[in-house]
């Protein structure tokens, strides 16, 4: 297998007030092993620099976005940083990065870096006999 890395963000991400930042990133179970995502995130803001960042596969980000309870993969609370660290499951699926901030009414700016990581399984080429 061969270790590849595909970025999700890597920047400034603009969180509106009363609302959230949504990062919507694939995963394709024929071609990446032992997904993870992994990075950093931190609150550049000044003031009401707290911001909620969460995991979630589609039909939870879904649920939420309807105003249903969650269980997301990840859960930052209610923080101005954190590390993610998230194993992705072995099936096809979308997956949402949300920064969320809809608790306030001022916007925020959040410094990021979080990326995929994965194993692409390595198909054997014949040999050829001579």
Do not use: C
């Amino acid at each position: 297998m061969i270790a590849e890395t595909k970025y999700v963000v890597t920047g400034t991400v603009v969180v509106p007030a009363n609302g959230s930042r949504d990062l919507v990133f694939k995963v394709d179970a024929m071609t990446q092993r032992n997904v993870r995502l992994v990075g950093w995130f931190h609150v550049t803001s000044k003031s009401e620099n707290e911001v909620e960042v969460f995991v979630a596969d589609d039909s939870v980000y879904q649920d939420w976005s309807q105003g249903r309870r969650i269980t997301p993969r990840y859960n930052s609370g209610r923080t101005i940083a954190g590390d993610i660290d998230v194993k992705i499951p072995a099936t096809t699926g979308r997956y949402h990065l949300v920064f969320n901030n809809v608790f306030s009414a001022s916007v925020k700016y959040v410094e990021a870096q979080i990326r995929l990581e994965y194993y692409v399984p390595v198909t054997p080429t014949p040999s050829s006999s001579g």
